[in-house]
């Protein structure tokens, strides 16, 4: 399975951003689908997930800023960040957990840069 994020770039504080992230290959049955970020100097951190029912769940540091949602037929899962801050800055990776494999896929990356 392989997993490609697109959408980054460079905004002002405040503006919006809208990822994507698409899965292909031999594909099983993807259950959750997730977004982590690592800012420079920090660890990866869990942004928001997102069931294959439809069930989110974010950090709080992005609640009412961030919205996750997905296509099951597309397999694939979108991110919308409004708002955003310089802190927000960081490599977003997408993440999928293919239940036919029993394991999680990763995608390479996309760098979201707010500047302030």
């Known amino acids: 399975v392989q997993l490609q994020a697109s959408g980054g770039g460079l905004v002002q504080a405040g503006g919006s951003l809208r990822l994507s992230c698409a899965a292909s290959?031999?594909?099983?049955?993807?259950?959750?689908m997730r977004w982590y970020r690592q800012a420079p100097g920090k660890q990866r951190e869990s942004v928001a997930s997102?069931?294959?029912?439809?069930?989110?769940n974010y950090v709080d540091a992005v609640k009412g800023r961030f919205t996750i949602s997905r296509d099951n037929a597309k397999n694939t899962v979108y991110l919308q960040m409004n708002s955003l801050k310089p802190e927000d800055t960081g490599v977003y990776y997408c993440?999928?957990?293919?239940?036919?494999?029993?394991?999680?896929?990763w995608g390479k990356g996309t760098l979201v840069t707010v500047s302030s």
């Open positions: 993440n999928a957990e293919d239940v036919g494999y029993g394991m999680e896929f």
């Open positions: 290959g031999s594909i099983f049955r993807i259950n959750a």
């Open positions: 997102i069931t294959r029912g439809g069930t989110t």
